[in-house]
């Protein structure tokens, strides 16, 4: 493989959750022009309830113009917070319940041909009761999932999120569950 060196990066837009560059580059001996895009990283939680059931939201998600059921998870609030930190604070927010233990699942790369978020998943048992913090402009349905029925979901392709479906699949693949 031959080299590939950035010569120049060059900040082009500022978000209130995204930084876009311009970054010059020059691979295979020609100079090429990218889009990158900065996201300082974000955490999930795959909730499972006593019975073995999976808890997950239902969100409006602009970009789809759509709800989608997903894990709860959320962007850190500085690049240098935990991610596990993240994923307490998240799973409590968005579903009401806490955990006193979380278990690290996997880290996923959302976008890889222009974004660098990276999202670590980890799974939470032994859920307790609290109360939802929603943001004011999140409006967020809870709901109770058997892991076969997410499954399906999965392979008729009506689950499109990348982050739940590769957690419930790592995690149906651990359980040993079809």
Request: hydrophobic residues 40%.
């Amino acid at each position: 493989m031959e080299a590939v060196v950035r010569i120049k990066r060059e900040l082009a837009y500022q978000g209130t959750v995204l930084k876009i560059y311009r970054d010059t580059v020059i691979a295979n001996g020609i100079e090429e022009v990218f889009d990158y895009i900065h996201h300082n990283g974000a955490a999930a939680v795959l909730p499972v309830t006593a019975d073995g059931k999976i808890m997950l939201v239902r969100q409006y998600r602009n970009a789809l113009d759509r709800f989608t059921l997903e894990l709860p998870a959320g962007k850190v609030d500085s690049p240098e917070e935990p991610r596990i930190e993240c994923a307490y604070r998240e799973l409590e927010e968005e579903t009401g319940y806490r955990t006193d233990k979380l278990e690290y699942l996997m880290t996923i790369n959302t976008t890889v041909a222009l974004c660098n978020e990276a999202i670590d998943i980890f799974v939470a048992k032994n859920l307790i009761p609290s109360k939802q913090h929603l943001d004011a402009d999140e409006s967020i349905d809870v709901e109770i999932w058997e892991v076969k029925d997410l499954l399906e979901l999965i392979y008729s392709g009506k689950m499109t999120d990348s982050k739940t479906i590769a957690a419930v699949l790592a995690y149906a693949q651990q359980e040993g569950i079809r």
